[in-house]
């Protein structure tokens, strides 16, 4: 598996409007008018098995050295090689940056994802009520972080 940086944001646009992961993740219906950031403060890695992207992790900046972060992994690659691509990015990340802290935040909706973050040394720091929101059938999210310490 090779992870690489790319500043290709049709390359991650493609992974993320996968149908499954799209109905998955998107409060939008109109994925033709969905765009991925191109700022050079965002990191976008892909995973590749023999050429082929399996997966984008996702970071934004959030405060000085402590960054939001997102997993997408196609569902094809997912019981294969999720485990590996997780592994592989916070090694990356952790090799290849000044980022100390990584904070993901998951929806209760989502139980596989809050155990596959944990699995890669995530730890839960918290709960966010769904009562912030002015949307519908929203529940509420889970607050994890992970440090640059935790994992080796």
């Known amino acids: 598996m090779k992870i690489k940086r790319t500043y290709n944001v049709q390359e991650v646009r493609d992974i993320l409007t996968n149908l499954t992961i799209w109905r998955a993740i998107s409060d939008n219906t109109d994925m033709a008018s969905f765009t ?21 992790f996702i970071i934004q900046p959030n405060l ?8 997408q992994v196609l569902p094809e690659y997912r019981k294969k090689y999720a485990n590996k691509f997780g592994k592989n990015v916070l090694n990356w990340v952790w090799d290849n940056t ?21 699995s890669q040394g995530f730890k839960e720091m918290g709960y966010i009520n769904s009562s912030s929101s002015n949307k519908k059938n929203i529940k509420g999210k889970y607050l994890l972080c992970i ?6």
Request: glycine letters at 6%.
């Open 36 to 56: 991925v950031t191109d700022k050079r403060s965002h990191i976008h890695l892909i995973g590749y098995i023999d050429d082929n992207p399996i997966g984008v």
């Open 147 to 152: 440090t640059k310490g935790d994992i080796k």
């Open 64 to 71: 000085r050295k402590e960054y939001y972060c997102h997993f």
């Open 98 to 118: 000044n980022i100390t802290t990584l904070n993901a935040t998951i929806s209760e909706d989502f139980p596989k994802v809050k155990q596959f973050a944990k």
